[in-house]
């Protein structure tokens, strides 16, 4: 099993930026990637972006946060990142992370989730 705990969510001003983080821990080898996905209410979850676990850390952005959102890894930390840049009241949602099983199409280990509010 593979816990993931988020953090980092908080309230920000539009065109403000916001980092987040997400912690693995278990048994992590077993996940050929990681990445962070939102849901705003009454809207369904969305991908953010998506980094595979290796030394390439092939990336994956949705199409609304393409060239404001950047997400990284520190590998021997385990921990995962996503850099958030000129926030729009569009990015408020709760933020997950979520691990795949290499092999596997769906993603099997989710966290419970970070608030991020982008109002002013």
């Known amino acids: 099993q593979v816990q993931l705990v988020e953090s980092g969510g908080d309230s920000v001003q539009p065109g403000g930026s916001l980092k987040l983080s997400c912690t693995a821990s278990g048994r992590t080898y077993a996940m050929c990637d990681w990445g962070w996905y939102r849901q705003a209410p009454g809207k369904e979850r969305e991908l953010v972006s998506t980094i595979a676990r290796d030394e390439g850390g092939s990336t994956t952005y949705g199409d609304s946060v393409k060239g404001r959102f950047t997400i990284s890894q520190d590998l021997p930390k385990n921990t995962m990142y996503v850099e958030m840049n000129s926030l729009t009241s569009e990015d408020t949602a709760m933020y997950y992370c979520?691990?795949?099983?290499?092999?596997?199409?769906?993603?099997?280990?989710w966290g419970q989730g970070t608030q991020v509010t982008v109002s002013a």
């Open positions: 979520a691990g795949r099983r290499c092999g596997r199409v769906d993603y099997d280990y």
